[in-house]
């Protein structure tokens, strides 16, 4: 069974660093790309980018270029989204997703909340 | 960058009935890379349809897509009571700038 796992909810400050994790099972992970997608609270769904993880190649969404990193390890199946300075307005749901285009997997979202 | 525009923004329907969404293109989505999704309170979204009219894994026949260009359609034949969610349309022609509809609400009148 496809699975990804993602970790589980953070609280911040504005300013701290976060690294959140999406974990893949059930499949080969490095045949797929990963994505990233943003939902604030009552809002749509917004793409921030991908990774391939089998050479950790990326692309960015022009709105989260430069905001975001994504990583990964393929050693443990592993993506990563992460952010060196929160700021408030990064509070949101974040999910993980399998493909490079459409998305036929999900992780079960990841709450991050940026608060002082 | 394409921007998808769904409508209507909210649908009332009552089970049994069928339901008709919207999602219309800025410009042409090449290949009729247009996928759907629907998305319940407190879940993930779940992937109904992929390449504006091929159904995914699992999801009932009820579901159709059609569509091409700049307009796209997603029809649910009978209305079940577990079909009512919030479903957005999604573009991957434009490549690596993939853009997602605003959604549309389907709730039960």
């Known amino acids: 069974e496809v699975q990804l796992v993602q970790s589980g909810a953070e609280v911040k400050k504005p300013g701290e660093s976060l690294r959140i994790s999406c974990k893949g099972s059930g499949y080969s992970f490095t045949s797929y790309w990963i994505s990233w997608v943003r939902q604030m609270p009552g809002k749509g769904l917004e793409w921030m980018g991908r990774?391939?993880?089998?050479?950790?190649?990326?692309n960015y969404s022009p709105s989260f270029q430069g905001h975001v990193t994504i990583s990964a390890d393929k050693s443990i199946s592993t993506a990563y989204l992460q952010w060196s300075s929160l700021k408030a307005s990064d509070t949101a749901m974040y999910y993980c997703a399998r493909g490079d285009d459409r998305f036929d997997y999900w992780g079960q979202g990841t709450l991050v909340t940026v608060s002082s | 960058e394409i921007v998808l525009t769904q409508s209507p923004g909210t649908l009332s329907l009552s089970p049994g009935e069928r339901a008709t969404l919207s999602c219309r293109a800025s410009?042409?989505?090449?290949?009729?890379?247009l996928a759907w999704y629907q998305q319940k309170p407190g879940q993930a979204p779940r992937l109904l349809i992929y390449g504006a009219s091929s159904r995914a894994t699992g999801i009932p026949d009820r579901f159709s897509g059609s569509g091409s260009g700049t307009d796209f359609t997603l029809t649910i034949s009978r209305l079940e009571p577990e079909d009512f969610a919030v479903y957005y349309c999604?573009?991957?022609?434009?490549?690596?700038?993939?853009?997602f509809g605003q959604g549309t609400r389907l709730e039960i009148k």
């Open positions: 410009q042409s989505v090449s290949s009729s890379y």
């Open positions: 990774i391939d993880p089998s050479d950790s190649y990326t």
């Open positions: 999604q573009q991957y022609g434009s490549s690596p700038a993939i853009t």
